[in-house]
């Protein structure tokens, strides 16, 4: 059984709720100092906040399942996933959530030293900046609420920790040059919200730290 724990700064007349995720059993030093810079500069755009910490489920994209179960049920207006070993720049939340797209994420390295990162981008604009991108991470991603309800409707509905949840989050196959191969619960969860009609867009200007042996930047 995982335990959800939640902290709420509801600001009223607030046009903007932000429900941060967090699917962690531990907690690395880079998101913690991160988060707390971060909430006090959300609050002072008059945004109302709730932080959300789900500790120990063995399965991620079970722990984002529920997450999103509770953000439905929440006032929350935007859905940001943030995981528990990656920091931002001061102000990043904000660059999301002032973004026009439905799904706004950043690209923080792999903790393997390769330099790689785990996003798939599209064309670039015509400033140089890629923005459009056909598969990005959950670890720091901001999704409007609208777009979980048409994947909610084509969800099958699970029990989990006592509760009847959307499967949304889970893992997959995709058809490639080299035949099926799987892919994980956060590119799975692209490929629908873009079959649902979404577009995903990369912010490549912030700057992260993917905290593994040492912070990868």
């Avoid at 959300?52 to 179960?69: E, F, P, S, T």
């Avoid at 989050?169 to 969860?189: K, P, Q, Y």
Wanted: proline letters at 6%; one cysteine or more.
């Amino acid at each position: 059984m995982s335990n959800l724990t939640k902290a709420e700064f509801i600001q009223p007349g607030s046009d903007v709720h932000v429900y941060i995720a967090t699917p962690a059993t531990s907690i690395a030093s880079n998101f913690h100092v991160s988060l707390m810079r971060e909430i006090p500069r959300l609050l002072a755009a008059r945004h109302s906040v709730t932080y959300a910490h789900l500790a120990g489920h063995c399965h991620v994209d079970d722990a984002r399942n529920l997450l999103v179960h509770d953000f439905l049920q929440s006032g929350a207006t935007d859905l940001l996933f943030w995981d528990a070993d990656v920091a931002c720049e001061p102000g990043a939340s904000l660059k999301l959530l002032n973004d026009p797209g439905d799904i706004v994420g950043g690209a923080y390295p792999l903790k393997d030293g390769s330099g790689r990162f785990p996003v798939r981008l599209g064309a670039e604009t015509s400033d140089g900046m890629t923005r459009e991108a056909e598969s990005l991470p959950t670890g720091f991603l901001r999704v409007r609420r609208d777009v979980f309800w048409p994947l909610v409707k084509e969800a099958q509905t699970m029990g989990l920790d006592g509760q009847m949840v959307p499967i949304i989050f889970e893992r997959g196959s995709i058809e490639t040059e080299h035949g099926l191969e799987r892919v994980g619960g956060d590119a799975n969860f692209c490929r629908k919200a873009t079959a649902a009609g979404f577009k995903l867009y990369c912010d490549p200007t912030i700057i992260f730290t993917h905290q593994g042996p040492v912070d990868f930047a």
